[in-house]
């Protein structure tokens, strides 16, 4: 099982992260949201990685910080 981390910059903007992911079971913590992702699914990983920008893109959020096996990413709309 992998884990895939999301910060976001505000509660609103992970509020707004948390109902785009719901189909994934995200955990949320503060404004840390966590899905759990099957270690070799990666269509799934790319699947909420999409999620993630849609969301960016419909909500107009800057960006947020996306860590998954121990490296850190940032995530911004296009």
Known sequence: MRLLQIRAGTGDDADCLVRELAGYS???S???IL??????SQSTLMAVLAAVETCLIANQISGV?????GRVYALAPR
Do not use: A, F, N
């Not at 910080?65 to 096996?69: A, N």
């Open 30 to 32: 503060g404004k840390s």
């Open 35 to 40: 899905v759990e992702i099957q270690e070799s």
């Open 26 to 28: 995200p955990m949320r």
């Open 65 to 69: 910080r996306v860590e998954l096996d």
